[in-house]
């Protein structure tokens, strides 16, 4: 399925929320309305929180369905919550923006390559996974240019052909261009998908709506 949304007023959701094939953590001012939306579209339960005392939980967090990274500015409370639902790693690293850092499905991820070899080893344990190194479209912050599932990847619409392949051979599923919120190029920021479902800013155009359902592969 997939759903138009948005985010007190605010068509870039990704930044609000993140979310795995069960799961989702959603900044604790998320409307009813907005709740209902991210449910219905991805059928997931969802947690209200904030990470490191703040509402942008999708820039701070990361999930598969083993395990979410999080930023080390979180505070005790916030991971006590999160570690009931799944187990947590902290990002111990000057690029702690979790989210916006790690692009990572159930077979496995890709970071920025300015993090360090702690923070690899981290998200490799917690999400057990293989993890690698790469650029998208020329930019470290991959989580935020990219949107991966079990189904398919969706990146930044100037990806080359060969981060397109490294990234389909470490997450094992195709992967398209694609854009968002008429022509927002930071896919992250606009999507939250599952093998499910795809919650999408509602800027979005239908010839972009095509190309998000396309690369995820939500037939």
């Known amino acids: 399925m997939m759903r138009l949304s948005r985010y007190g007023g605010n068509p870039n959701i990704g930044v609000y929320a993140a979310v795995n094939e069960s799961l989702g953590f959603v900044a604790c001012d998320a409307s009813p309305e907005f709740i209902k939306d991210l449910e219905t579209a991805l059928q997931i339960k969802t947690i ?3 990470v490191a005392g703040s509402f942008v939980v999708g820039s701070l967090v990361v ?7 999080v930023s080390d500015l979180s505070e005790t409370k916030e991971l006590s919550l999160i570690k009931k639902e799944i187990p947590v790693g902290m990002v111990k690293d000057k690029m702690n923006a979790a989210g916006n850092n790690i692009l990572a499905n159930d077979n496995g991820a890709v970071i920025s390559p300015d ?9 490799r344990d917690i999400l057990d996974v293989d993890v690698i190194r790469s650029t998208v479209a020329g930019c470290n912050t991959v989580g935020s240019v990219c949107v991966a599932t079990n189904k398919g990847c969706i990146c930044h619409p100037d990806t080359t052909d060969e981060e397109l392949e490294v990234i389909s051979d470490i997450l094992k599923v195709e992967t398209k261009r694609a854009s968002v919120n008429h022509g927002v190029k930071y896919l992250g920021a606009g999507i939250l998908a599952n093998s499910k479902g795809a919650l999408i800013g509602d800027d979005t155009t239908p010839i972009e709506m095509g190309k998000i359902e396309d690369g995820l592969n939500l037939f």
């Open 48 to 50: 209200m929180t904030t």
């Open 63 to 69: 999930m598969n369905s083993n395990g979410a990274i």
């Open 115 to 123: 993090m360090g070899k702690r923070a690899e080893k981290t998200i």
